[in-house]
């Protein structure tokens, strides 16, 4: 069974510009969880979705947003891109509402801003 | 915030037992104790999780204080390939933002040849 699949895998964008991140999750997973990875911290919670439901939200302006699709993809959109919104962003799938020890994660997508 | 304390680094020779200590004075009697790794350039990796009894599974063992405000992951025989920053995390089991990971910066474990 493949695991969860994040694309692309790196991607450069100019400040200001905007950017969609996608994620397939593990088949038979409903919820998708997004995180943002700064380089040398800690994955930070963005945000979650179960069957196609907004769960839980993290600190991050109105900037990004997301949805969950009909079979349980999921994309994260930024806009107005900043130079801090560089990181490496993780998509992490489970079969219930909430990332418990069957959170699988993705191998992220790299993004730099210039 | 993350709620959990953890030393920067570790070193540990390949082979022997890597003790990954963890604090969380604060934790909750509904928290469980999570723990994930991160190898370089790929996404966490579940290890084990436990609420108040030792866990041991077929990757690691986790030791925790009877008073709950600390424990320790135990690698048994480290490889080279357990090289990676260790993530201790205490988290709620329920639904919305308060099932999910609060990450901290994690221990970054070095097993040495």
């Known amino acids: 069974d493949a695991g969860v699949t994040q694309s692309p895998t790196h991607l450069i964008k100019t400040r200001g510009q905007h950017v969609t991140l996608r994620c397939s999750p593990i088949?038979?997973?409903?919820?998708v969880s997004w995180y943002q990875q700064v380089l040398g911290q800690g994955p930070q919670f963005i945000f979650q979705?179960?069957?196609?439901?907004?769960?839980g939200r993290g600190n991050f302006p109105d900037r990004f947003s997301a949805r969950q699709f009909p079979n349980y993809s999921s994309e994260l959109n930024v806009n107005a891109l900043l130079l801090g919104d560089s990181a490496l962003y993780l998509c992490?799938?489970?079969?219930?509402?909430?990332?418990?020890?069957?959170?699988?994660f993705g191998q992220g997508t790299r993004l730099t801003v210039v | 915030d993350a709620k959990t304390t953890q030393p920067t680094s570790m070193d540990c020779a390949e082979g022997r037992a890597a003790n990954l200590p963890c604090n969380h004075s604060?934790?909750?009697?509904?928290?469980?104790v999570y723990w994930y790794r991160q190898i370089h350039s790929q996404g966490p990796q579940y290890i084990i999780h436990?609420?108040?009894n030792n866990e041991t599974n077929e990757m690691a063992s986790l030791i925790i204080t009877e008073d709950r405000k600390s424990s320790t992951l135990i690698l048994p025989h480290a490889t080279l390939r357990d090289t990676a920053v260790y993530y201790c995390?205490?988290?709620?089991?329920?639904?919305?933002?308060?099932?999910?990971?609060?990450f901290g910066k994690g221990t970054k474990l070095s097993v040495k040849p």
């Open positions: 992490a799938s489970s079969e219930r509402d909430w990332s418990g020890p069957e959170a699988f």
């Open positions: 088949s038979g997973h409903k919820s």
């Open positions: 979705y179960y069957e196609k439901e907004e769960r």
């Open positions: 604060t934790i909750s009697g509904n928290e469980y």
């Open positions: 436990g609420l108040k």
């Open positions: 995390i205490v988290r709620v089991v329920g639904g919305g933002s308060q099932g999910n990971l609060i």
